[in-house]
């Protein structure tokens, strides 16, 4: 889990078309963000990724039974001067049982980084694909 599951990339002369596709999960008792997964990002590249993550509340003192969340994510993100930098903005499309929860990308050192929420005295199991292709010099 966190490790590439799949990769393609198309034979060209220079600077090869590619998709890199990871699966991760991970565990949730409280509202603390969680990294799920962090994607270390090579300089001088220019980087598309799409995250779909799912959720369910496993137990807990809070919540009700099988609460559920769905997140489609999609972003971009480059390394300028060494530094992991969005492009723009973010879009998600959150479908959600409990509004606390979330699921978002964030850059972080030399990474992008898969940050889950959940909520106080909850259990909640997350599982995530991320795939992403990059082009650079």
Do not use: C
Request: aromatic share 8%; no cysteine.
């Amino acid at each position: 889990l966190g490790g590439a599951v799949a990769s393609w990339t198309s034979t060209a002369t220079n600077d090869d078309p590619n998709l890199t596709l990871v699966q991760g999960r991970a565990a949730t008792t409280d509202a603390t963000p969680t990294i799920l997964m962090s994607i270390t990002l090579v300089a001088s590249r220019t980087y598309q990724f799409e995250a779909r993550v799912v959720a369910r509340r496993t137990g807990g003192a809070s919540g009700t039974a099988d609460d559920g969340a769905a997140y489609f994510i999609r972003g971009g993100f480059t390394t300028k001067t060494g530094t992991v930098t969005l492009l723009g903005s973010l879009t998600v499309e959150a479908a959600e049982d409990v509004a606390g929860w979330n699921a978002t990308l964030t850059a972080g050192s030399g990474a992008v980084n898969l940050v889950v929420t959940g909520a106080a005295t909850t259990d909640v199991t997350w599982h995530a694909t991320v795939d992403y292709s990059w082009v650079g010099t």
